[in-house]
């Protein structure tokens, strides 16, 4: 390795580019690591989007994470019911998770087993039925395993290609699954079956492992390289700028 | 004075006890706040120990919702999630649900407050795309979907969209940091949620606050944009100081995360909760309520002094 990252920090770069071109739009990821990544690409080439502070404004200084009184370059006023005018309007990329994701990218985080009397209360729909068919959304799953990528999930939460296929020109317009990241590899839906399929192997990590872990045939095209490794600039801005308590590291789950 | 004074007739202070009153068994009630947020706790509480029972509620959901799982007042949970916020998924909820002992309506958190909008413009229903492809529509077969009038831009037909029933309410509740007498409610915080359209969803409002002051004290202590709970909509207010404790009430206070870690640690077993019920939910008023939260933090100080 070219440098001393590490695979966290790989992971936020891998998120980071799912923005790429987005240009001005609310860029909307959940969880530590994905957040840390949509801090990074404004950063750095994606400066035009705009982000929240994860409460109640949208901020234009890049805030380091775990610092709720961290000074805050205010532009708006974000309450939260003010966010469904963004979701409904399409301009937003959300980073979700997903306890399980099938082939097609159908994901639920909603509860495992029957719906009504589940064997495991995960945590509901939450948002995702709405964000699925109205803007572009991406995958962060630290756990890579057969048990979260499975042939058919127990819910769905947030439909997948096969899905939105049956529906309105107008939804298929709006949906899009960037990038699903996972701590072994990155993948999409880039081929014409809509099939999820590999992009690339985390360093360290074979396509081997990636095959067996997975509990789907996953698409396997040819010349697949590795994820790309953080530039020194974006793992300085990463561990002294973004996210100098390392929280990056307590969200990820090393297999 | 700067304008003409106009003696006030109106008085609608109540005490949580009175509001009681006002309730019965099989209402629909609204709860505003949003997941750990400027809940009306101390309104709910006075539900939990009351006899009511079979209630549906209504709530971007918190411990509002955990709280009365863990009572048994509730038959039907309506809402767009059930959240600790510091602890994703509320305890008490997800044992009810795991049990089996509630019946709920999940819907996407959109979809709920288009829900919330229908009922406080008196519309039937408000159209979607949300719930399309997942299963939202498998989990709640009453939500029908309906046709567009308007050609797509397709130009055969008209798009197929979801029609989100009006969440009609009986009775709402919900928590500002200040009103006057008369029911005018002000918040200070980053964030209203949807308090104002919980109250003009539902037939009656009751609503708490930190403190109750004068009219003509509003704007001294925050803009005009403040005052977004017009007391057209309210029909009842309770002072409660401290009344959305433990959860977050800002600029008067930060959530209680302490106790909300002992609260949902009372999910784990019979014993914990029993535990838990009695320091606390037996308090038979608001006021004996803080004072058993505040033995606690006493005792705490002198232990860790």
């Given at each position: 390795m070219a440098n001393d990252a590490t695979i966290d920090e790989i992971c936020v770069t891998a998120i980071a580019d799912s923005f790429r071109g987005d240009g001005e739009i609310l860029c909307n990821p959940i969880g530590?690591?994905?957040?840390?990544?949509?801090?990074?690409?404004?950063?750095?080439?994606?400066?035009?989007?705009?982000?929240?502070?994860?409460?109640?404004?949208?901020?234009?200084?890049?805030?380091?994470?775990?610092?709720?009184?961290?000074?805050?370059?205010?532009?708006?006023?974000m309450p939260y019911r003010d966010l469904f005018d963004i979701v409904w309007s399409g301009r937003r990329h959300i980073v979700m998770g997903a306890s399980q994701i099938d082939p097609h990218g159908n994901q639920n985080f909603?509860?495992?087993?029957?719906?009504?009397?589940?064997?495991?209360?995960?945590?509901?729909?939450?948002?995702?039925?709405?964000?699925?068919?109205?803007?572009?959304?991406?995958?962060?799953?630290?756990?890579?395993?057969?048990?979260?990528?499975?042939?058919?999930?127990?819910?769905?939460?947030?439909?997948?290609?096969?899905?939105?296929?049956?529906?309105?020109?107008?939804?298929?317009?709006?949906?899009?699954?960037?990038k699903i990241v996972s701590n072994l590899g990155v993948f999409n839906f880039s081929n014409s079956e809509k099939r999820m399929q590999l992009v690339s192997n985390h360093p360290d990590v074979t396509i081997d492992e990636i095959v067996t872990s997975t509990g789907f045939e996953l698409l396997i095209p040819d010349g697949i390289e590795e994820t790309r490794?953080?530039?020194?600039?974006?793992?300085?801005?990463?561990?002294?700028?973004?996210?100098?308590?390392?929280?990056?590291?307590?969200?990820?789950?090393?297999? | 004075m700067g304008c003409s004074s106009v003696e006030v007739v109106i008085d609608k202070k109540m005490t949580e006890t009175e509001v009681i009153e006002e309730l019965s068994d099989g209402m629909t009630i609204g709860i505003g706040g949003w997941g750990s947020r400027r809940k009306p706790m101390s309104l709910v509480r006075a539900i939990a120990r009351s006899n009511l029972k079979d209630l549906t509620i209504v709530s971007y959901g918190g411990p509002d919702i955990g709280l009365l799982c863990a009572t048994g007042k509730i038959r039907k949970a309506i809402y767009g999630f059930v959240s600790l916020d510091s602890i994703p998924l509320e305890p008490h909820f997800r044992n009810a649900k795991q049990e089996g002992t509630i019946e709920t309506s999940e819907l996407d958190e959109g979809a709920f407050y288009l829900g919330l909008l229908a009922a406080a413009h008196r519309m039937p229903f408000y159209p979607t795309r949300a719930g399309l492809g997942s299963d939202m529509l498998m989990m709640n077969p009453e939500i029908k979907t309906i046709e567009s009038p308007y050609k797509s831009s397709d130009g055969e037909k008209g798009e197929e969209l979801v029609a989100i029933p009006a969440l009609n309410l009986d009775v709402s509740l919900i928590h500002m940091n200040r009103a006057d007498l008369q029911g005018n409610g002000q918040f200070l915080g980053p964030d209203l949620y949807f308090d104002d359209l919980f109250a003009k969803a539902a037939k009656r409002t009751f609503m708490s606050c930190e403190k109750i002051i004068p009219t003509e004290d509003f704007l001294k202590e925050g803009s005009v944009h403040t005052l977004k709970i017009p007391r057209l909509f309210v029909n009842g207010v309770i002072e409660a100081p401290r009344g959305a404790h433990f959860t977050e009430c800002p600029p008067d206070y930060d959530r209680d995360e302490v106790f909300q870690s002992e609260y949902a640690a009372s999910a784990k077993d019979s014993q914990s909760w029993e535990n838990f019920k009695q320091k606390y939910l037996e308090a038979t008023s608001h006021q004996e309520y803080l004072k058993a939260v505040d033995s606690r933090t006493q005792i705490e100080e002198s232990q860790n002094g």
């Open positions: 530590n690591i994905p957040v840390i990544a949509g801090r990074l690409a404004k950063a750095t080439f994606e400066p035009a989007m705009v982000m929240t502070d994860t409460v109640s404004v949208l901020a234009a200084n890049t805030i380091p994470i775990g610092e709720p009184n961290a000074e805050k370059l205010v532009e708006a006023w909603a509860a495992i087993g029957d719906w009504k009397k589940p064997k495991a209360q995960l945590l509901g729909l939450r948002g995702a039925p709405g964000n699925l068919v109205n803007n572009t959304t991406s995958y962060w799953i630290p756990n890579h395993s057969t048990r979260s990528f499975v042939q058919k999930v127990d819910i769905v939460s947030g439909p997948g290609y096969d899905r939105i296929s049956q529906l309105s020109n107008e939804i298929q317009q709006n949906h899009e699954i960037r490794i953080p530039t020194k600039e974006e793992l300085k801005l990463i561990r002294e700028v973004i996210d100098p308590h390392s929280l990056r590291k307590s969200e990820f789950v090393k297999k | -």
